[in-house]
């Protein structure tokens, strides 16, 4: 059993940055790759950003990439989203998972984080 615990989120002004955490317990983190989705009021969950269990690839949605940094410390069994040139249609709430594939689809992607809230004022 993985417990993924999120923090990092807040209230931003659009173009600033935000950087998310995910701490997991209950088993090493470097057992699976991980990924970033996040989930807009009315809308479906959408897939952000993943990464290899050894952080050696990476894989972003279209509008995260080039604005978006996903990495991880297996030391410190923690993942990061490094969020920059933040906009109104990034305010979401967040959720780190993982997943024993390197997969951009959810149903790909077991345990689950609660999620910390994105909001991007204009």
């Known amino acids: 059993q993985v417990q993924l615990v999120e923090s990092g989120g807040g209230l931003v002004q659009a173009g600033g940055s935000l950087r998310l955490s995910c701490a997991g317990s209950g088993r090493s983190l470097s057992n699976y790759n991980m990924g970033w989705f996040r989930q807009a009021p009315g809308k479906e969950r959408e897939f952000v950003a993943a990464i290899t269990w050894s952080g050696t690839s990476t894989d972003y949605a279209p509008s995260a990439r080039g604005r978006f940094t996903i990495s991880r410390d297996n030391a410190k069994n923690t993942l990061y989203l490094q969020m920059n040139r933040l906009n109104s249609d990034d305010t979401a709430v967040y959720y780190c998972?993982?997943?024993?594939?390197?997969?951009?689809?959810?149903?790909?992607?077991?345990?689950w984080g609660q999620g910390t809230q994105v909001t991007v004022s204009s």
């Open positions: 998972t993982t997943s024993s594939y390197f997969s951009t689809s959810a149903r790909d992607y077991n345990y």
